[in-house]
């Protein structure tokens, strides 16, 4: 039996399949997005917890969809085919509490050399995942979005929230869900990496502005324990005049762990939280607070929750109530219980008990375990939540997580732009502008190199907020035997966190975290001496970076940009970039090529006492991708693309390359981002192609943005002429009248001209 019927752009098709009818729906929410549903019962009635965008109505579809009497779903676009289903596969539930429901899964033909990308944090070092096998549920270094793309310009989200296996074998991949009203998921073209990025975002939710602030250095460490102890790492880097922007305090600001997440400093050595906030402030520095969704039992929070039943009944994060001892006593167990975030109500406990942190001050949360911790147990993905069986939803709750605390924010204040840095996300997650970070890794410089394809695979899903503990979060084995807090005067662990930092520096976010460890620029020497210089010249430079990282920000928010970019994404063209998985484009302009192997000392050893010579000059080899040419940021030297050069790798240098034809801001020098306006910009101009950037500028927190209050400055680059656009927008502080000192690099040569700019349009002849 066959029929079709068109209802607005819903064509629905019921197949005879395997003795059973499969039914199948096609809705548009775009030219370019298609909703494929198949069920052999209901269609899908629960909303969805990702996609925002609503179907279309009339449409004329860019994307053509053939579905043959079996129910095998062919998609066409670019006048050639670009997709075609395998089988689907239903197992109804039998019982439990999801009986009835499905077991439900569908697969893809993929051409043999084609590379698939995103899918979330793996720690694999791959950047093309085929072949891949994984059991899909949110962890600690480990996360999934349920979204892929291919290099042929399509991508699938799949809109399940269980526990789902992805299986790549034999040309075909298979995503099967434990759970699941139907098969539903999306096809996106958008011809490239771009596009297939922008079209998730219309679909599923655009990324905001974060503040200017966080784009500066992030100091952490696991824990500050008292109050003093935070204010002197402020106090020291302003002393040392070394830059920083954030400091972030960890755990157990609250006391015991019966305390834990009071979301209330009562800890006795944090006598007067209020004052500490406020004195970072007058130190124009920013703090960010580790809030958990887990509560102990002696805590308001526990308490009004467990009362309304809106507590998760599984064993998680710390496992005994006594925090002093390792391994845990178990005979004093913690009785710590995660909150049910699937409920609305028991987001609104959650933010009401926050507000006692945001009515002090705090600039940020760092939402810590939103995967959330779970030490597995029989029978826990049968409990209910608020929102269905734990099974049917857990891995959403990372977004119930992070949007509750972001939609309650922006509903009490326009005036502060919300900052969120969290462990574990979801689709859907980058409308909150959150920053996800890529777990507790070791400290090894084998995990070091899985940081870089986790980032841009993740980057590759949708959401462009990611970093890395810089140094990995476990260095133990760097710290002398029986000692913590020793490893920053290890050379092994300097080398490998000299060069975290300098791949750190081009993440989103720069931050410095881990534990066992004191990472603070001092403990790794005095200035003067190679590692310390390093360090501070690393951070300097992001700062020198930041009106060019504000601006990539704003094409973040206002054209779907990235800011860490897989080479395929610019270099399509050049296969031997598809995999590649130690360089990448941070923006549009900078081709970065972290140092990833030790040059200095033995990556297989774990403690030294005698510092190599630092000062000797190391190179190493860096691939330029065809389609362009690239100056050396540090030397001017102009190459062709599509070649292997050998530069200079020494201690204090990353290689970096600027493409050809790009237009660089670079930053007045200063010890936080909004310490000086930018009214003397160096606008680096690299002469051998035609180019263009936009400045943008606003008051650098707030919302106001959202209401047009802000500005931009178009740059062109054709031939030798450089044209500054007028001035668009405005916003209270705008800088009216301006210098821009321009660079122009035309291979060894280096022209310095200084153009007044008070708004009206300008061309350069250079």
């Known amino acids: 039996m066959r029929r079709m019927t068109l209802l607005a752009c819903t064509l629905m098709l019921a197949a005879v399949a395997a003795a059973q009818e499969v039914k199948v729906r096609v809705t548009y929410y775009s030219p370019e997005i298609v909703r494929i549903e198949k069920t052999m019962g209901d269609f899908r ?3 969805s917890v990702c996609v925002t965008a609503e179907p279309l109505q009339s449409v004329k579809p860019k994307v053509k969809v053939d579905v043959n009497a079996d129910g095998v779903v062919t998609f066409h676009a670019a006048g050639r085919k670009i997709l075609t289903e395998g089988a689907s596969n239903f197992e109804q539930i039998a019982d439990g509490p999801d009986k009835g429901a499905w077991k439900a899964g569908q697969s893809w033909k993929l051409d043999a050399d084609e590379p698939i990308y995103g899918l979330g944090f793996l720690q694999n070092a791959k950047l093309n995942l085929r072949g891949e096998n994984r059991t899909m549920i949110q962890s600690n270094t480990e996360d999934f979005a349920n979204f892929f793309q291919s290099i042929k310009g399509y ?6 929230y269980s526990p789902t296996e992805w299986k790549d074998a034999d040309g075909v991949l298979n995503i099967t869900s434990q759970v699941a009203e139907e098969v539903d998921y999306y ?3 958008g011809g490239n990496a771009d596009g297939v990025i922008a079209g998730l975002r219309q679909l599923t939710g655009e990324v905001p502005m974060n503040a200017l602030w966080t784009y500066g250095f992030h100091q952490s460490r696991e824990r500050y324990k008292t109050q003093k102890e935070l204010l002197d790492v402020v106090r020291g880097y302003r002393a040392a005049q070394v830059p920083l922007d954030g400091i972030i305090q960890d755990w ?12 209330e400093f009562l800890n006795v050595d944090f006598p007067d939280a209020k004052a500490m906030v406020d004195q970072t402030h007058a130190m124009n520095a920013h703090m960010s607070i580790s809030i958990w969704q887990s509560f102990g039992p002696q805590t308001k929070p526990f308490r009004e929750l467990k009362e309304k039943g809106l507590l998760l009944d599984f064993l998680t994060w710390p496992n005994s109530g ?4 390792w391994p845990p006593r178990m005979d004093y167990p913690s009785g710590v219980l995660c909150y049910d975030a699937y409920s609305e109500e028991a987001r609104d406990i959650y933010w009401k008990h926050l507000t006692r942190l945001y009515d002090l001050g705090i600039d940020a949360w760092w939402m810590d375990s939103t995967d959330p911790d779970h030490n597995y147990h029989d029978g826990d993905f049968d409990q209910m939540t608020a929102m269905g069986s734990l099974r049917s939803v857990r891995n959403i709750y990372p977004l119930m997580c992070v949007e509750g605390v972001y939609d309650h924010q922006r509903a009490v204040s326009s005036d502060k732009r919300v900052f969120i840095l969290t462990r574990s996300y979801f689709t859907g997650q980058q409308r909150t502008g959150a920053n996800t970070w890529t777990g507790d890794t070791q400290s090894t410089w084998d995990d070091f190199r899985k940081q870089i394809t986790a980032c841009l695979n993740y980057t590759l899903t949708g959401n462009p907020n990611v970093n890395s503990d810089i140094g990995g979060f476990f260095p133990s084995g760097y710290n002398r035997r029986g000692q913590t807090q020793t490893c920053s005067q290890n050379p092994l662990f300097q080398e490998l966190y000299v060069r975290w930092l300098q791949f750190g520096l081009y993440n989103p976010m720069m931050r410095s975290h881990g534990e066992s460890s004191r990472r603070e620029i001092w403990e790794f020497g005095k200035k003067g001496e190679p590692v310390y210089d390093a360090i ?9 970076l930041m009106p060019y990282i504000y601006s990539t920000a704003w094409q973040v928010t206002s054209n779907d940009d990235s800011f860490m970019r897989a080479l395929m994404m610019d270099f399509k063209g050049d296969r ?5 998985t130690d360089e990448f484009m941070f923006g549009r302009s900078l081709l970065v090529a972290p140092v990833t192997h030790a040059l200095y000392t033995d990556e297989q050893r774990r403690w030294s006492d005698n510092a190599p010579d630092w000062t000797e000059a190391k190179r190493m080899d860096v691939y330029l ?8 940021y540090y030397t001017n030297t102009l190459y062709n693309g599509g070649r292997e050069v050998n530069v200079d790798a020494s201690i204090d240098h990353c290689p970096l390359f600027v493409r050809a034809g790009s237009i660089l801001p670079i930053g007045p020098d200063v010890q936080y981002a909004s310490e000086k306006p930018w009214d003397n910009l160096e606008i680096r101009v690299y002469a051998g192609a035609d180019g263009k950037f936009t400045l943008y500028e606003d008051e650098g927190d707030s919302y106001n943005y959202e209401k047009g209050m802000y500005s931009t400055i178009d740059f062109s680059l054709k031939g030798s002429k450089l044209t500054i656009g007028a001035r668009s927008g405005d916003f209270p502080g705008m800088l009216k009248e301006r210098s821009f000192v321009i660079t122009y690099i035309n291979g060894k040569t280096v022209k310095n001209v200084t153009v007044s700019y008070d708004g009206t349009a300008r061309t350069v002849n250079l």
Do not use: C, H, S
């Open 536 to 544: 501070e010249k690393t951070i300097r430079m992001r700062y020198a």
């Open 625 to 632: 991708p065809a389609g362009a040419r690239w100056y050396d």
């Open 187 to 189: 096809f996106i073209y």
């Open 576 to 580: 031997k970039v598809w995999e590649m």
């Open 45 to 47: 009635t629960t909303p």
């Open 322 to 325: 006594l925090a002093e001892y």
């Open 155 to 160: 991508g699938i989200f799949v809109d399940n």
């Open 252 to 263: 157990q600001y609250w006391g015991n762990n019966y305390l834990w997440n009071a979301m």
